[in-house]
């Protein structure tokens, strides 16, 4: 007899976070066993990918593979919940969440008009850090440069 195989959970916005986890296959987490993103890709990294299989839901050992969670890259993030909702893809709770992403989106304009001012100002710091970043890295690759053509003899 097979035994049940883990689902992995699927990574939630960072609003929704503790509310209504599912897993990358679209289950509810509370019904089935569910392990984390992290355990799983440490799971594939000791067992190797067949092993594996043996023990994780394929289904969501795919999709985990294909999408970025919000740390990685917020935008590919939200590109997986816009087609979501917007039906590219067939999920079991998709009449439960048809219009929740679109609802949320409306919210987050709202309280970016009713702050603005703190919206633009955490734009400018985070574009600032950026740049402060990039000056960083080049003043290293221009140090590295310099190192390497001394010991080159240059």
Known sequence: M????DHI?????PWRRG???ITECGYDATK???????????RLKELGQQRAALFTCMTCAETAGRHSTWEEDPRLAMRREIEWEAGRWY????AERGERLKDELLAIA????AHRDEFYETIATAVSRREWNAQKQAMADKAKQRTSRLRSGL
């Open 110 to 113: 709202a309280l970016i008009e």
């Open 9 to 13: 959970l699927r990574p939630p916005l």
């Open 2 to 5: 097979k035994e049940p195989v």
């Open 32 to 42: 089935v066993r569910a392990i984390s993103r992290k355990e799983f890709f440490r």
């Open 19 to 21: 509310e209504g986890a």
């Open 91 to 94: 999920y079991r709770e998709s």
